[in-house]
């Protein structure tokens, strides 16, 4: 199991930028997969983006072009840096990392809005 801890959300207006980071307990290297899922106000959860160890990413449609999924094992962190954002991609943030469970972060609350 690892503690997972994000930062980096906030209230940006429409075409803005912001970068997540998930600051991992332990070390990430081993851990095969690794990801980002949102979940906005009466919506349910749903998967953003994915990373392995090999670096092979995954993205949902609604974001592709726009996020970028990255992992830095040597920081044992994780990150998604957001462009060109649009009000729907207002939600909370959540990583995760999958090892013999899933391990969640408590969240971070990303707001677009003019």
């Known amino acids: 199991q690892v503690q997972l801890v994000e930062s980096g959300g906030g209230l940006v207006q429409p075409g803005g930028s912001l970068r997540l980071s998930c600051a991992a307990s332990?070390?990430?290297?081993?851990?095969?997969?690794l990801g980002w899922n949102r979940q906005a106000p009466g919506k349910q959860r749903e998967l953003v983006a994915v990373?392995?160890?090999?670096?092979?990413?995954n993205y949902v449609d609604s974001v592709k072009g726009r996020f970028t999924i990255s992992r830095d094992n040597a920081k044992n962190t994780v990150y998604l840096q957001m462009s060109s954002l649009k009000p729907e991609d207002t939600a909370v943030y959540y990583c995760?990392?999958?090892?013999?469970?899933?391990?969640w972060g408590q969240g971070t609350q990303v707001t677009v809005s003019a």
């Open positions: 332990r070390s990430i290297s081993s851990i095969n997969v």
């Open positions: 990373i392995t160890t090999s670096g092979r990413t």
């Open positions: 995760y990392a999958d090892t013999n469970m899933r391990s």
